[in-house]
């Protein structure tokens, strides 16, 4: 199982992650301070989210600490929005970061593209919605227990709007998630193979709708 270290000094968001990450079977260990951040790092850490503002260490200097000791990737959690200390978290080694408020299912497809990039999968290799079944072991997908035919992105979509079916996937985290933002990829490529996708699926159930276009945000599964 993926464990995550949560590095946040307010008790609420601590609390608040830890439940969130519980919810999505995620194993997660609190720190309250940059001093205790980098006595809970062990070996069994897989990613680690960061508030800067710190009691003891700062955040700037957790990460420093962090990417010394081991590639983890570090997702920042910060109230501040200015482009200079943006630029200077990445040029530290933070990999990603998120604005505070932010929001839940953010977090989780930011978690998951860190993972993906580290390839750490924390999800069951079978995923079902609706009389849809895919099986990430044997690369292969039933709709209405029709086999169908799809090609290795349109597996990849399929499966991250599966992962979290509530969830709207923007174009530009779809992209990150499939593509990892290559030049090749845009809406047009997008919507082709989500059409193709749509086309296998009622295909094989002509009575039922699976993927839903929220407009000039992107995707999500019908429910």
């Not at 199982?1 to 968001?13: A, R």
């Not at 570090?74 to 505070?100: N, P």
């Not at 895919?134 to 227990?145: G, I």
């Not at 709007?161 to 030049?183: G, Q, S």
């Amino acid at each position: 199982m993926v464990k995550i270290l949560i590095v946040e000094d307010d008790n609420d968001i601590n609390n608040m992650i830890g439940d969130l990450l519980r919810l999505n079977q995620i194993e997660s260990i609190s720190a309250y301070s940059g001093t205790e951040a980098l006595l809970l790092l062990d070996d069994n850490i897989d990613l680690v989210l960061l508030d800067l503002m710190l009691p003891g260490l700062s955040g700037q200097e957790v990460i420093k600490e962090i990417k010394r000791k081991k590639d983890l990737p570090v997702i920042i959690l910060t109230a501040v929005s200015k482009m200079d200390t943006k630029l200077d978290l990445f040029d530290l080694g933070a990999d990603d970061y998120l604005i505070k408020p932010f929001d839940n299912n953010e977090l989780l497809a930011r978690i998951k593209i860190q993972l993906k990039h580290k390839k750490i999968s924390f999800f069951s290799s079978l995923m079902t919605f609706k009389d849809i079944v895919l099986d990430e072991n044997k690369f292969e997908v039933t709709c209405n227990n029709v086999k169908l035919g799809l090609s290795k992105i349109e597996f990849k979509l399929l499966r991250i709007l599966l992962e979290n079916p509530t969830h709207v996937f923007t174009k530009d985290i779809l992209f990150e998630m499939v593509w990892n933002h290559e030049d090749s990829a845009d809406d047009n490529t997008l919507n082709v193979h989500i059409s193709k996708i749509r086309s296998k699926l009622k295909k094989a159930n002509p009575k039922q709708e699976y993927i839903e276009t929220v407009w000039g945000i992107g995707y999500k599964m019908k429910e």
